[in-house]
């Protein structure tokens, strides 16, 4: 008899290794209690509008790694898209992420790369090792800079100062002095033609993989397969026995407008007097699309409650104490994986969580095949 593995969630880890085992000859049931596939990926068309909408806010695919770029283009044809993020500071529009245009329209110059890279050298603090958000930002850029783009946008996102978060956080992000406004560095960028919920249902589309939407599944049920790969919140498996680890989540206010309402995808609004982090045009993210109707969403994060989705994983020194217990409890489940940015409470960009994912199929499958139980 075939064996029979339950993947418990269909966002990207969910599908991805649901098809690495299905084409390997598993049978493979994939739950979810949500009524749709794509986890917080989930794309859908607006009634009202037409626009294709990123449910749970911006999702921008981009990648250093050859072998993702070439297992998604399998499922779905990506557009050529690039992320242009724009920023309004007491009233003024800037460049993002921090380049040469910025810095000579926050300044009010015309430096040339030399001068500007001095003048920025000659502001920061010398800080041999930063180990928070702040230190590392007056490191990088200085305390003007940093007071106007970073500061007000940060604490409204994790809720907390600066000087409280890990300076990994800023370190996604890029300073140029050129004027190269592309918001990331890596060789392949795009947007899936069709949405993302049809790129996961490709990657899904296998005979192999049964697929169970709104369905909840029951950790205690765990031994009657096979294998469970679970990528829902670590946490919730051990029905929070130990506590919750805390998330940021975000509340979108929808509104639609005739014609172009902010003239680009993403405006960030890091102003500590406005309460929303970011505005998101969603017909933006499809320029190759025309649409006469907009639809935006004005983003606002808090804290994340136990009824409400989680979405960044906080990881401050109270969460990472809890999540080495939690991850000790992981490994006393013997036939349990947990997979993905909630299963494994780190924060993931897409391209992450599907090397991640195939890199474990291949794992547990060549683990499966020399007869090892994986
Ligand atoms: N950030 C900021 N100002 C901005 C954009 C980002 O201070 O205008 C900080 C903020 O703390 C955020 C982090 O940089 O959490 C990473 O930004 P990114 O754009 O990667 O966030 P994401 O789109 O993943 O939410």
């Known amino acids: 008899m075939k064996a029979r593995l339950m993947m418990v969630g269909a966002g990207l880890s969910g599908a991805v290794l649901a098809r690495q085992c299905a084409q390997a000859g598993y049978d493979v049931t994939v739950v979810d209690a949500r009524p749709h596939v794509a986890g917080n990926c989930h794309t859908a068309r607006d009634a009202d509008t037409g626009v294709m909408v990123h449910t749970y806010g911006p999702h921008i695919f981009h990648t250093d790694d050859d072998g993702v770029w070439d297992y998604v283009q399998r499922f779905a044809t990506f557009m050529p898209y690039k992320n242009q993020v724009k920023t309004t500071v007491a009233g003024k529009v800037y460049s993002l ?16 790369p030399d001068e500007a890279r001095d003048f920025v050298a000659a502001q920061t603090s010398d800080i041999p090792d930063p180990q928070t958000f702040e230190e590392q930002a007056l490191a990088f850029v200085g305390p003007d800079l940093y007071a106007a783009f970073f500061k007000g946008y940060t604490e409204k996102q994790w809720g907390t100062s600066p000087s409280n978060l890990p300076a990994s956080i800023l370190k996604r992000l890029p300073l140029r002095f050129n004027y190269d406004d592309n918001y990331f560095f890596h060789r392949h960028q ?15 589309d296998h005979p192999g993989i049964t697929v169970k939407l709104e369905t909840v599944f029951d950790p205690a049920e765990a031994d009657q397969w096979d294998h469970v790969f679970w990528s829902g919140p670590l946490d919730g498996f051990f029905d929070y026995k130990l506590g919750r680890l805390g998330y940021r989540t975000l509340d979108f206010e929808l509104f639609r407008a005739d014609g172009d309402w902010q003239g680009c995808a993403v405006m960030n609004h890091p102003d500590a ?3 929303h982090t970011r505005i998101s045009e969603h017909k933006h993210f499809a320029p190759w699309e025309n649409h006469d109707k907009s639809v935006l969403y004005r983003e606002f994060p808090r804290a994340c409650g136990p009824d409400d ?14 999540l080495a217990d939690y991850v000790a409890l992981a490994e006393t489940a ?27 199929a291949d794992t547990f499958l060549a683990a499966r095949t020399a007869g090892t139980p994986a």
């Open 334 to 360: 013997s036939n349990v994986t947990f997979v993905g940015r909630l299963g494994t409470y780190r924060y993931l960009d897409m391209d992450v969580t599907i090397r991640e994912a195939l890199d474990l």
């Open 273 to 275: 007097d406005v309460a």
């Open 309 to 322: 989705i989680p979405y960044y994983p906080i990881r401050l020194a109270e969460e990472k104490s809890l």
């Open 190 to 204: 795009g947007m899936p033609r069709d949405g993302y919920t049809a790129l996961v249902a490709q990657i899904l």
């Open 97 to 112: 992420p921090v380049n040469l245009h910025t810095i000579n329209q926050f300044f009010g110059t015309a430096m040339r």
